[in-house]
């Protein structure tokens, strides 16, 4: 019969340092599971596509004006445009925009100078192709057909010299075509910045839209 002590087994207790190493890998492993777990169901704020109506107001802050001509700007380039996805790539919109620029002096006769003031109505039919394959993202680019009305004025005088010399009159109106790329961000499920490159009445436009359908 064997004896009593060849029966029982000695347990030795766990390591501290095994226990720690244990609960920081289980800690991690868990840690990890949750941010996949949330990163799979995590909604976007938005998703750009098919049938989404946007009303956006935007500020020029490069004005052709004062790159080509040197102009003051009395009033920055502003703008409000409402857009509509067509389809999931391609959208229609509508623009009206306003802007006040004053000239350098003009020499008209005998040391006498003159300054112009441009008030500038822009109304402009624009279309474009976009890429909506990032959540919150929209990045795009296109055309638009401009109708710019133009108001000329002088602060002292009449407009006889520079209609003679230099072909300004009162009032000129002409449609033009240019193009544009941008982008926007989705911030909320309705409100979104953007940002736009093109050759209107100002290089650089920046503004905020909103969601109305």
């Given at each position: 019969m064997p004896g009593l002590g060849s029966s029982v087994r000695v347990v030795q207790a766990p390591n501290f340092k095994t226990i720690m190493k244990n609960l920081i890998l289980f800690?991690?492993?868990?840690?990890?599971?949750?941010?996949?777990?949330?990163?799979?169901?995590?909604?976007?704020?938005?998703i750009f596509k098919k049938n989404q109506m946007?009303?956006?107001?935007?500020?020029?802050l490069l004005p052709m004006a004062r790159i080509l001509d040197g102009a003051t700007m009395k009033m920055l380039p502003v703008s409000i445009e409402v857009n509509r996805m067509l389809g999931d790539r391609f959208s229609l919109g509508l623009s009206h925009g306003r802007s006040v620029a004053e000239s350098r002096p003009i020499i008209i006769s005998d040391g006498v100078s003159q300054?112009?003031?441009?008030?500038?109505?822009?109304?402009?039919?624009?279309?474009?192709?976009?890429?909506?394959?990032?959540?919150?993202?929209?990045f795009y680019g296109g055309f638009m057909l401009t109708v710019n009305d133009s108001k000329?004025?002088?602060?002292?005088?009449d407009m006889d010299f520079l209609k003679t010399h230099h072909g300004i009159v009162s009032r000129k109106t002409k449609l033009t075509y240019t193009g544009f790329v941008g982008s926007r961000y989705a911030i909320s499920s309705k409100w979104n910045l953007f940002g736009e490159l093109g050759f209107g009445e100002s290089v650089l436009t920046v503004g905020v839209g909103y969601r109305i359908r």
């Amino acid at each position: 019969m064997p004896g009593l002590g060849s029966s029982v087994r000695v347990v030795q207790a766990p390591n501290f340092k095994t226990i720690m190493k244990n609960l920081i890998l289980f800690t991690l492993t868990l840690i990890l599971s949750n941010g996949l777990h949330a990163q799979q169901y995590s909604q976007p704020k938005r998703i750009f596509k098919k049938n989404q109506m946007d009303v956006q107001a935007g500020v020029g802050l490069l004005p052709m004006a004062r790159i080509l001509d040197g102009a003051t700007m009395k009033m920055l380039p502003v703008s409000i445009e409402v857009n509509r996805m067509l389809g999931d790539r391609f959208s229609l919109g509508l623009s009206h925009g306003r802007s006040v620029a004053e000239s350098r002096p003009i020499i008209i006769s005998d040391g006498v100078s003159q300054r112009v003031t441009n008030h500038t109505n822009q109304t402009a039919l624009k279309a474009a192709f976009h890429l909506t394959r990032l959540d919150n993202a929209d990045f795009y680019g296109g055309f638009m057909l401009t109708v710019n009305d133009s108001k000329f004025s002088v602060d002292k005088g009449d407009m006889d010299f520079l209609k003679t010399h230099h072909g300004i009159v009162s009032r000129k109106t002409k449609l033009t075509y240019t193009g544009f790329v941008g982008s926007r961000y989705a911030i909320s499920s309705k409100w979104n910045l953007f940002g736009e490159l093109g050759f209107g009445e100002s290089v650089l436009t920046v503004g905020v839209g909103y969601r109305i359908r």
